[in-house]
């Protein structure tokens, strides 16, 4: 049988929340909040108990024993039956115990951002394959966790119809001063907070906040940086020599990825099947792209890159290990200028803005960017590397390379057609 505990999250000398826990068998531990909550100082870690130095506070552990009891008698009807044991089937019992609203109460942010992610999960796209794509599924459970923790730093649930402009400033100020979230990433979950408040909306629910006015003072945007490889760099790059084995392999894929503009997942998912030659050598690489289902057919001229894949072609890499070692062969190719661009600080735990040797600055999404970019300074119309890279709006387009959209190349064709 499951041994059944509490526990604090935070050590902070103020009230906090008490979550219960256990590890059903074969299973990750799954907790709750408890809906009491407690000064730290008044907290015993070893016997996981209130200290008994008041009568609210023996008081306190005698409703924890009771919920203790409750919740193993749940566990052993439920498990009799196969139910499946997790966070949300504690939460509900949990909320039986203390006479709370039910689990479904859409009311509730929490509530409702469940069945929100429930059914858009389970909801079949339009090619038949399986609803949100296993990203978008993890931002939404990202944001859920931000809006719990939030809720337990104010001692408060999120309710539609208590969610004014205040608390929303609130959220992101705690956001950026508490947790301290890089600006961007807090812009991204205000979005996520107007989006959900809109949803809501469609479903009649009643909300007390015009979502349009979620951080409408709150328009933070980091500069934006394009660092590519160009195509002198590229010549460095394939003209490396006595690399390890799999320091050479990752070359091979940085001067694929250079050729063919695609995100890194597809990239490093290519295979031999894939890979078609034509009459004069050219090969066309068939993708089908993961964002979107988009299917491209990428042609590549370029005799290095032909000749890997022809003869050379590179084994399976991780995005992580080939994001790695990428620096270092673009390190031994030379791309050592001083550079601006975003950095991951372990310290702050923030993207920050440094200047650093290129190498340090450049990832697999770069290959993409500069596949895009080259392209573009050669004269190619906007819409034919937009159905290579997949991207879907211009403007969308335009971000990514870091360019102010021209339209030369349309009106010359304008002249052209009345000569």
């Known amino acids: ?11 902070e000398n103020r009230q906090v929340s008490i979550y219960i826990y256990f590890r059903p068998a074969n299973s990750k ?3 709750a909040r408890t809906g009491q909550t407690i000064n730290s100082s008044d907290w015993s870690s070893s016997k996981k108990k209130a200290k008994t130095t008041d009568p609210y506070l023996i008081n306190l552990n005698t409703t924890l024993t009771s919920l203790e009891k409750f919740i193993s008698q749940a566990l052993n009807n439920d498990l009799t039956y196969g139910i499946e044991i997790d966070n949300r089937w504690l939460n509900k019992q949990v909320d039986d115990f203390n006479n709370k609203v039910p689990q479904n109460d859409q009311s509730y942010l929490i509530h409702f951002l469940d069945e929100v992610i429930e059914s858009l999960g389970y909801k079949k796209a339009n090619d038949g394959s399986q609803g949100l794509k296993p990203g978008t599924i993890k931002g939404y459970n990202t944001f859920r966790g931000v809006l719990e923790s939030f809720e337990e730093s104010i001692s408060q649930r999120l309710k539609f119809n208590n969610l004014d402009e205040s608390l929303a400033e609130d959220f992101l100020k ?14 991204r979950l205000m979005k996520r907070l107007k989006s959900l408040l809109k949803e809501a909306i469609l479903k009649n629910i009643p909300v007390s906040i015009n979502p349009e006015i979620i951080g409408k003072d709150f328009n933070y945007k980091p500069e934006k940086i394009i660092n590519v490889i160009s195509e002198q760099e590229f ?6 020599k006595d ?7 990752v070359r091979k894929w940085i001067l694929i990825g250079l050729m063919v503009g695609q995100r890194v997942s597809d990239l490093l998912s290519l295979n031999k099947h894939q890979i078609r030659f034509d009459e004069s050598g050219i090969a066309m690489i068939d993708f089908k792209q993961a964002k979107g289902g988009t299917v491209v057919t990428v042609p590549v001229k370029n005799q290095i890159v032909v000749s890997i894949l022809k003869h050379k072609f590179p084994y399976r890499i991780s995005d992580q290990n080939f994001n790695k070692y990428l620096k270092e062969v673009c390190k031994r190719a030379g791309l050592t200028d001083i550079i601006s661009g975003y950095k991951f600080n372990s310290s702050t735990k923030r993207k920050e803005l440094v200047e650093k040797p290129k190498y340090e600055l450049l990832a697999s999404h770069d290959l993409r960017r500069s596949f895009a970019n080259y392209h573009y300074d050669k004269g190619m119309p906007v819409a034919y590397i937009m159905r290579i890279t997949g991207h879907k709006r211009e403007s969308t387009f335009f971000e990514y390379i870091g360019k102010n959209p021209k339209k030369d190349f349309d009106a010359y064709n304008f002249l052209n057609a009345i000569k």
């Open 29 to 31: 531990v799954v907790s």
């Open 174 to 187: 705690w956001m950026i001063d508490e947790k301290k979230y890089a600006k961007s990433q807090a812009g």
């Open 243 to 249: 690399l390890s084995d799999s320091l050479d392999n």
């Open 235 to 240: 010549i460095k790059i394939s003209q490396l």
């Open 1 to 11: 049988m499951a041994s059944i505990g509490f526990r604090l999250k935070s050590k």
